[in-house]
């Protein structure tokens, strides 16, 4: 028998507005512990939020309002 990997699926929580922005907001300062600003991509915030890039989008607007609210 070969060896079989299993895929599991991240849960997706439904937040309130002010709950997820909290939550990225939270994120961003903790990945910038081990990061720079620039290297705080917003598909690596997506990835480890559990979210489509577009969501980050619609709660920041772009990426200069996301690293202003982060610092």
Same mark, same amino acid.
Do not use: P
């Given at each position: 028998?070969?060896?079989?990997?299993?895929?599991?699926?991240?849960?997706?929580?439904? @937040?309130?507005?002010?709950?997820?922005?909290?939550? @990225?907001?939270? &994120?961003?300062?903790? @990945?910038?512990?081990?990061?720079? &600003?620039?290297?705080?991509? *917003?598909?690596? @915030?997506?990835?480890?939020?559990? *979210?489509?890039?577009? &969501?980050?989008?619609?709660?920041?607007?772009?990426?200069?309002?996301?690293?202003?609210?982060?610092?």
């Amino acid at each position: 028998m070969g060896d079989v990997t299993t895929r599991t699926a991240t849960a997706r929580t439904r @937040l309130s507005k002010e709950e997820r922005r909290s939550q @990225l907001l939270d &994120l961003g300062v903790r @990945l910038l512990s081990t990061r720079s &600003l620039d290297e705080l991509s *917003i598909d690596l @915030l997506a990835e480890e939020a559990g *979210i489509s890039r577009g &969501l980050l989008y619609h709660y920041f607007g772009n990426k200069h309002d996301f690293h202003e609210a982060v610092v």
